[in-house]
Structure formats: structure tokens, C-alpha cells
């Protein structure tokens, strides 16, 4: 069922599914929502399957055309939302009708907006998902001139059918701050030994502030520089978070779309949770790491999902 | 002939793995410092031993020159948990590869003529032991052993390991003929003289099928490899299979 037609992608607009698992092993990447947090609540509040295929937008500027009625949901960085030049709330079920024209505006705190549609995103899996790494030009809309890129003008895209949901919202007090403090609970790993006891102390005490050089594959930082006495070492999986540090001794915190094999020292990794506060950051935001033992990780991921279970959407009246 | 063979998980490396903490699902083993191509062929291994846990309990698998970054599903396993998963796989794997490694060759059988009239040094072997020579017997035709080695003489295949209770020292002063066909010990190895040779093994019996015929192709019943079981003879089998005393 065709859904949407595409009027404007605003900055970059990708299509992703929860992510491409399993295929490290032919150096492809992750990929998937650089906020999941955004990106499930969206797909809840659609009343979707999780890690059903929605869109998510760096800083704004999406304009969609309904082709039929539907119903979406829009999360993450707050942002205007407009449907038919009438301003709607995000974090919130909305009722769209063939014709509809659906605006965003440029976030005004955090960098990833999420649009989620009732049934999710009818896409074709590439290597099992359908989650769009430009970089490695799959995933997404398929065919030659759309695989592995963002949406643009005039795509035209398809939808599950769902039968229609009473709209749902988030509970206000569960709505994220994206103007919070960010804190990066770091897991030390890999070469942390190769750090001095004075720049680890340095890296964790210091303030870091997010470069220009900020992407889906990994956020280089400025701040005190830190260095390995590692200078050659053989190149190695690197997962999720993780902190790498080149010689000049400027970290850089790799994300979903990161190369999968890397030979810079590695001081550990940020934990997913702040990794998507993280990915909310944009040029000149200010954070600072904190050291975590890998058992207090897992505490607070499990108190963390606690929290989330406890989340209920009201009904909107 | 060329065979592709599939690298295999060997315990010798297991001591040798160190394991880190990558981040909080994930962690890396390294299986050495430098690269080489067992390293590598190890990694390939304990890759295949963990890739059908991929998907399940672990979510993705990196493994690189001398490492393999294991990811797995936190929503599932703890680090501690998903560590122990991970090197049990590997552990088994190792084991199984022992295991495959013991059931490969092929089993020969040789028969054996034991007794104080073809081996010589029985009794004295019986002394030493404090056992029976009949428990000296039993002791190494019960025994299944390997071809570890061929050499010293054309057909000499060396077999172990042989029974620890049976472990003996070369005799003091070697023999200067070993008939042939004799079967003999020394620490925990056993042997057949494929020929007349000097030699200080003890000897316990001996073998009627010859070793080593320069006129047959394979010149030799075994191989490098192969299972070796000694099947008792009595004195008239033994006549009957051609042997001399």
C-alpha cells in the first residue's frame, strides 16, 4: 500500500528497521535507529512489531505527501511538526488522511527526529533488515538508484495495512530531555591498559565537547588529548560505543554505522543507552565520560528496562 | 590428492587465550600476539565452533588477524554468563577436535606371540614391576595406540602411548641384534624391529607380519596416524603366520 510520497527529505532522511545483525563477518555493518529509544516508542505508539521499519531524520526538514490514510507517530528531537500547516504534538498517535501534508521543522534540542507509520515501512530486507548505511550503499528503498541512500524527492513509499489504533500518547514525564547533561557511562576495555593512570583520570574528569566531524559512523570529540603507548598494534572487531584514540590523542566514539575492523587503540566503550543521548548531540554540545564496571553496566541497563516497562500510553481523548 | 581440511580448535591454544572487555555486551579474545597461519586458522575455528549461537544468544562475531571480537545478546546473558558460554564452546570444540582426531586413521591389528620364549626381558620387566607377566601382557595388547612417528630403521613405526605402569627404561647395555618382529618397550612407547638391528627396547613378544617390503606398495601395514591394536598369538598361530623364533 502506497503511503507517502516524498516533497522535501530535509537534511537526511534514512529508512531503518532495528538494525543488520549476524553479518560482521562480511564487514557489513549495524546500521539501525542512532536513538532507539526514540525510535521503539515511535513504533509503540503505532502499535507496531518492534524494530518495524521507520524513518529516522537528522535534524528535520521532511515534508511527506499522504497518498492514503493512516496514522503515524513522530519522535525524538523536539521539533515543529505540522500536518496541513496545523501545528501536532510529537511523542503522540496522529490520524493522517489521503492528501495530508506532513511538515517538519529543524530540532530545536537533540538531532534525531523519528517517524514511524501504522505497519511499519513496507522495504525490502538487504542481508536480513532493512536499515539504510550509506556508507555501505544498502538497505533502504531498494533498487539501483535507492539502495544504501536517504530519502529523496518524489520517493514514493509503501506501508503494512493495519487496521486503525485509538491514538496513544507518551506520558509527559517519560518524554526524554535532550537538553540534559550528558553523561557517556564508559566500560574501560580492550587496550585501557595502554592509558596512563593520569589520562585516564584526565579523560574522566574533563568536559569533551562533540566536533563537526559527528556522524552516524562515530562522534569525534575535542577535549584533552589522551594516548596510548600503544603505537602498532593488528586490526580488530570493534563493537558498538567504542572509544577509539588515535595519535593525536582526540577521541572518537564509534556509533551504528562504523567500520566493523579498526587498528586504533581503544580506551572501551560508551554504554548503547548514552550512546543515543549521544547521537542527540550536535556541534559544540559539552559531555564528560564516566567509568563504569562492566556488573554496574548491566545493573543499570536491567533498572534501566525496569523503568521502560513501566511506561504506559495514555489514550488520547 | 588435494584435501580442504577445516581448521580445528586445539587445546594446545586454550592457555594461551586471553579474554578483554570490549564494551558492555561485547568482549574480545586474542589468541596471540603476532599473526601467523595457525593463529589464524584457530581464530576460523573458534569461529565456526560459536557461529551457530549467532542470532541467539550472541549477536554478531569479528574476528580479525591474531583476535575475535563475541557480541552477545545482553537482554539474554550477563557477561559473566555469556564469557562462560563462550569459552565452553570453544573448550568442546577443542575436545571434540581431540576426540575426532583419536577415532581418524585406520585400526591395524598385529598379531602377537608374548611369551618368555619370544621376549626375553618379560620376567625381568615382571620383576621390576611387581607384576605378573601375564599381567604385562594384558597391559599392552589392551592398549590402543597411535603411529606417532616412523623412523630409525625403514618400517620402525614409533607407538604410544603405551600404559604408565608399564613405562621402562632402555636396558643399560643395548642388545646387539633385535630380531626381527620384536615387539618392545621403552619409556612409554612400544615398538616392532621391522629387521635384525641392535637395539635397547625391552622385549616382550613377537610379531609375525612383517613391517617393512620393499616389494609392496605401501611398504609398510601402517601410517602415520593409524590405530595400532596387538592381538595375542599363541605359539602354533604364530608358526602358522610365518613367524620365526
Redesign the interface.
Known amino acids: 500500500m502506497n503511503t507517502f510520497k516524498v516533497i522535501n527529505p530535509g537534511v537526511m532522511s534514512l529508512l531503518q528497521d532495528a538494525g543488520r545483525?549476524?553479518?560482521?563477518?562480511i564487514g557489513l555493518t549495524?546500521g539501525g535507529p542512532m536513538d532507539p529509544f526514540a525510535f521503539t516508542w515511535a513504533n509503540r505508539l503505532c502499535q507496531n512489531e518492534v524494530g518495524a521499519t521507520s524513518i529516522e531524520i537528522t535534524i528535520g526538514g521532511l515534508q511527506l505527501e499522504a497518498m492514503t490514510d493512516t496514522q503515524i507517530a513522530i519522535t525524538g528531537a523536539e521539533t515543529q511538526v505540522k500536518v496541513n500547516n496545523q501545528e501536532l504534538p510529537m511523542w503522540q498517535t496522529l490520524n493522517i488522511k489521503a492528501g495530508d501534508k506532513i511538515k517538519l521543522g529543524f530540532a530545536s534540542q537533540g538531532a534525531r527526529i523519528y517517524l514511524a507509520v501504522a505497519g511499519g515501512f513496507d522495504v525490502e530486507a538487504q542481508f536480513g533488515s532493512t536499515a539504510t548505511v550509506v556508507r555501505e550503499g544498502i538497505g533502504g528503498l531498494t533498487g539501483a538508484a535507492s539502495s544504501g541512500k536517504g530519502l529523496a524527492k518524489e520517493d514514493i513509499l509503501a506501508s503494512h495495512d493495519v487496521t486503525t489504533i485509538s491514538p496513544l500518547a507518551m506520558p509527559k514525564l517519560a518524554i526524554p530531555n535532550y537538553d540534559a547533561e550528558c553523561v557517556l557511562h564508559t566500560?574501560?576495555?580492550?587496550q585501557e591498559a595502554s592509558f596512563s593512570r593520569v589520562d585516564k583520570a584526565s579523560f574522566f574528569s574533563c568536559e569533551y565537547t562533540v566536533s563537526e566531524r559527528a556522524d552516524r559512523m562515530g562522534y569525534r570529540m575535542l577535549g584533552p588529548a589522551i594516548h596510548s603507548s600503544t603505537n602498532a598494534m593488528?586490526?580488530?572487531?570493534?563493537?558498538?560505543?567504542?572509544i577509539q584514540v588515535p595519535a593525536d590523542g582526540q577521541p572518537i566514539v564509534l556509533l551504528n554505522d562504523r567500520q566493523?575492523?579498526g587498528g586504533y587503540p581503544?580506551i572501551?566503550?560508551?554504554?548503547?543507552r548514552d550512546t543515543a543521548k549521544l547521537a542527540q548531540l550536535t556541534q559544540g554540545k559539552k559531555l564528560r565520560f564516566e567509568p563504569v564496571s562492566?556488573?554496574d553496566?548491566?545493573g543499570i541497563?536491567q533498572i534501566q528496562k525496569y523503568k521502560e516497562s513501566q511506561i504506559t500510553l495514555v489514550k488520547v481523548v | 590428492m588435494n584435501t580442504v581440511t577445516t581448521p580445528k580448535v586445539s587445546a594446545q591454544m586454550l592457555p594461551h587465550l586471553r579474554l578483554?572487555?570490549?564494551?558492555?555486551?561485547?568482549?574480545?579474545l586474542y589468541f596471540a600476539e603476532?599473526?601467523s597461519t595457525q593463529v589464524a586458522a584457530q581464530i576460523q575455528a573458534a569461529?565456526q565452533a560459536l557461529?551457530e549461537l549467532?542470532?541467539h544468544s550472541l549477536?554478531?562475531?569479528?574476528?580479525?588477524?591474531?583476535?575475535?571480537?563475541v557480541?552477545f545478546d545482553?537482554n539474554q546473558l550477563?557477561?559473566y554468563q555469556a564469557r562462560q558460554l563462550v569459552l565452553e564452546r570453544i573448550r568442546q570444540a577443542a575436545m571434540q577436535a581431540e576426540e575426532e582426531a583419536s577415532q581418524a586413521g585406520n585400526q591395524i591389528i598385529l598379531p602377537v606371540y608374548y611369551d618368555v620364549e619370544s621376549g626375553p626381558d618379560l620376567e625381568d620387566l615382571a620383576r621390576a614391576k611387581a607384576l605378573t607377566t601375564d599381567e604385562i601382557i594384558k597391559l599392552h595388547y589392551e592398549q590402543e595406540y597411535r603411529v606417532y612417528a616412523i623412523g630409525f630403521a625403514p618400517g620402525f613405526a614409533y607407538l604410544g602411548e603405551l600404559d604408565e605402569r608399564l613405562a621402562a627404561p632402555r636396558l643399560a647395555t643395548p642388545r646387539k641384534a633385535v630380531p626381527k618382529g620384536a615387539v618392545a618397550i621403552a619409556d612409554r612407547q612400544t615398538a616392532v624391529y621391522p629387521s635384525v638391528s641392535p637395539g635397547g627396547w625391552n622385549l616382550i613378544g613377537l610379531c609375525p607380519v612383517p613391517m617393512f617390503d620393499v616389494t609392496k606398495t605401501p611398504s609398510m601395514p601402517m601410517t602415520t596416524g593409524d590405530r595400532i591394536k596387538f592381538e595375542p598369538i599363541s605359539k602354533a598361530d604364530f608358526i602358522a603366520m610365518g613367524g620365526e623364533l
Open positions: 545483525f549476524g553479518q560482521h563477518n549495524v566500560v574501560l576495555g580492550y593488528l586490526s580488530e572487531g570493534i563493537c558498538h560505543g567504542a566493523t575492523i581503544k572501551g566503550s560508551v554504554m548503547a562492566i556488573e553496566a548491566h541497563n | 578483554k572487555v570490549a564494551g558492555e555486551q561485547a568482549f574480545i603476532q599473526t569461529t557461529v549467532v542470532g549477536i554478531d562475531l569479528v574476528p580479525s588477524y591474531a583476535s575475535l571480537l557480541v545482553d550477563e557477561f
